[in-house]
């Protein structure tokens, strides 16, 4: 699903209604809500375990950053397929047009129940961002800014204010972020990062395309910093 062709701003309130049938059509299963947990599974045991709290924190923004090709996205595809999975309404927000349906299939992400975005600009996908928030619809919002260095329009006042918003509807936002010189700090406004670093193609013969990759918890405001863990995911 596209926000539009056009650059409106403020955001254009046809678009964000659209949205918002659109998650009503994809509801939770009865007796799951977003919330109801302090953490969202991420469905990768090892991961899960170092973890603090057990997956990805509700009520906070969370930065899975690394290198290019260090595997990030295809993490952040396994977090959106896990929520799917519990019932959650999961959002993608893509800022760069590089989702890539035909790898996304392959890793079992099941397309008819994303809600994809396409917003023509980081400030349009910020306030999206912020207005499906306060819908208190999605149990999990991601936003790919990988490729993008954001030396402008994603200021720290504007991501306190987004991490207020994102407390008070107790949601799990991630945001997708490159690793290279010249990228502009998301700083103390993250509660958790996750650091992503390659390390090549899977030996097992049998899963032709999946890669091994190391995932490093660099900050976390429940504490347990620095530990790491060796996962070997399906390419995205």
Not at 124 to 148: F, M, N, T, Y
């Amino acid at each position: 699903m596209s926000s539009a062709d056009r650059s409106p701003s403020p955001v254009d309130p046809e678009v964000v209604e659209k949205l918002r049938h659109e998650m009503a059509r994809r509801l939770r299963p009865r007796g799951l809500s977003a919330g109801s947990e302090s953490s969202l599974t991420t469905g990768v045991p090892d991961l899960d375990l170092l973890l603090p709290g057990g997956g990805i924190p509700r009520g906070e923004l969370t930065e899975i950053t690394g290198p290019p090709s260090s595997g990030k996205t295809a993490l952040l595809v396994r977090l959106l397929a896990r929520a799917l999975e519990r019932g959650e309404v999961a959002v993608y927000l893509d800022t760069t047009g590089s989702f890539d349906s035909t790898s996304v299939l392959r890793a079992g992400l099941p397309l008819k129940r994303l809600l994809l975005v396409r917003p023509p600009s980081v400030a349009v996908a910020l306030q999206v961002l912020e207005e499906l928030l306060r819908s208190r619809g999605p149990g999990l919002l991601a936003l790919d800014l990988a490729g993008l260095l954001l030396r402008r329009g994603l200021t720290q006042a504007t991501l306190f204010r987004l991490v207020r918003v994102v407390r008070e509807v107790d949601a799990a936002v991630v945001l997708l972020r490159d690793a290279v010189p010249g990228a502009t700090s998301l700083g103390s406004a993250v509660g958790l990062r996750l650091f992503c670093r390659s390390l090549g193609c899977s030996v097992d013969p049998s899963r032709p395309g999946a890669f091994r990759m190391r995932v490093e918890v660099a900050k976390s405001r429940q504490g347990s910093v620095g530990g790491a863990v060796d996962l070997e995911l399906d390419g995205a």
